[in-house]
C-alpha cells in the first residue's frame, strides 16, 4: 500500500474551512483515497474517499490532483466539534476480507478554535 | 453509526485471568473486525469474521481468539491476559459486502487494564 504523509497539527478558526493535505506521491492507479476521523476516546469515523475525481458528501469533500500524487480534505466550516485525528489512508479495494483491514497511521491533529 | 455497541466499555483485571469482549450489531453486517489502538501503534487488526463461524486472523492475533455463532455478535476473548494486552479495543463492521471499499464503522471502545 501507498505511504501517506501528513503533517502531524493544524489549527483552524471556527466557521472557517478546515484544509487538510495529505501527500501519496506513490499511489498506484488502483489504489483509493479514504479518510477517517477519530474523536477523542471515540472510534474512528469514515469520513469519505475516492478515487481520481473530486468527492463530497453531506459531511466534508476531497480534492484529489490529477496526477494523484496528493488530496487534500475540506471540512467547509469547522465546529469545534471537529477537533479530532484525521487520517488519510490509502489502499487498493478488495472483497477479500483480510485485506479490508485498515491501517492508520498518525493522523493530523485538528483543532478548531474558538 | 451502524448500531454497534461493545461490552463492556471499561473493564480491569488481573494478569492471567479469561477476559470477553463482546461486540454486538444490528444490521446484519457480514464484516466485522477487532482492532486494538495502543499509542505509537495505531489501530492493528487482531482477528476479522465474514459470516457466522467464518474468522481469521489478522495482524496481532497471538493471545487472542474469536467466535461468531450469529451474524450479530463477535466475540473476543483473551483466554489468559497479560499486561500487554491492555489497549483500547474497537470493534468495526463493513457495510460494502460485495463490494471493495474501506467503509468501516466503529463502535465506541472498551478500555481495558490488565494489571
Known amino acids: 500500500d501507498a505511504k501517506t504523509t501528513q503533517p502531524p497539527s493544524m489549527d483552524c478558526a471556527e466557521g472557517r474551512a478546515a484544509n487538510l493535505p495529505c501527500n501519496h506521491s506513490t499511489i498506484s492507479g488502483n489504489e483509493y483515497v479514504y479518510w477517517y476521523r477519530q474523536i477523542h476516546s471515540q472510534g474512528p469515523q469514515y469520513i469519505i474517499h475516492g478515487l481520481k475525481n473530486n468527492e463530497t458528501n453531506e459531511m466534508a469533500s476531497l480534492i484529489i490532483t490529477e496526477d494523484r500524487k496528493s488530496s487534500t480534505l475540506i471540512l467547509p466550516h469547522a465546529t469545534l466539534r471537529d477537533t479530532a485525528v484525521y487520517y488519510c489512508?490509502?489502499?487498493?479495494?478488495?472483497?477479500?476480507?483480510?485485506?479490508?483491514?485498515?491501517?492508520f497511521g498518525s493522523g493530523t491533529q485538528l483543532t478548531v478554535l474558538p | 453509526d451502524a448500531g454497534i455497541t461493545q461490552s463492556p466499555r471499561h473493564k480491569v483485571t488481573e494478569t492471567g485471568t479469561p477476559v470477553t469482549l463482546r461486540c454486538h450489531q444490528t444490521?446484519?453486517?457480514?464484516?466485522m473486525y477487532w482492532y486494538r489502538q495502543d499509542p505509537g501503534h495505531g489501530l492493528r487488526l487482531i482477528h476479522y469474521s465474514y459470516g457466522v463461524k467464518d474468522t481469521d486472523k489478522g495482524e496481532v492475533s497471538d493471545g487472542y481468539s474469536v467466535s461468531r455463532s450469529k451474524t450479530e455478535d463477535f466475540l473476543l476473548t483473551l483466554e489468559s491476559a497479560t499486561s500487554s494486552q491492555t489497549s483500547v479495543y474497537f470493534c468495526?463492521?463493513?457495510?460494502?459486502?460485495?463490494?471493495?471499499?474501506?467503509?468501516?464503522?466503529f463502535g465506541p471502545g472498551t478500555r481495558l487494564t490488565v494489571t
Open positions: 489512508i490509502v489502499r487498493v479495494a478488495t472483497t477479500s476480507g483480510s485485506a479490508r483491514q485498515l491501517t
Open positions: 444490521e446484519n453486517h457480514r464484516y
Open positions: 468495526a463492521i463493513s457495510t460494502t459486502p460485495g463490494q471493495r471499499h474501506y467503509e468501516q464503522y
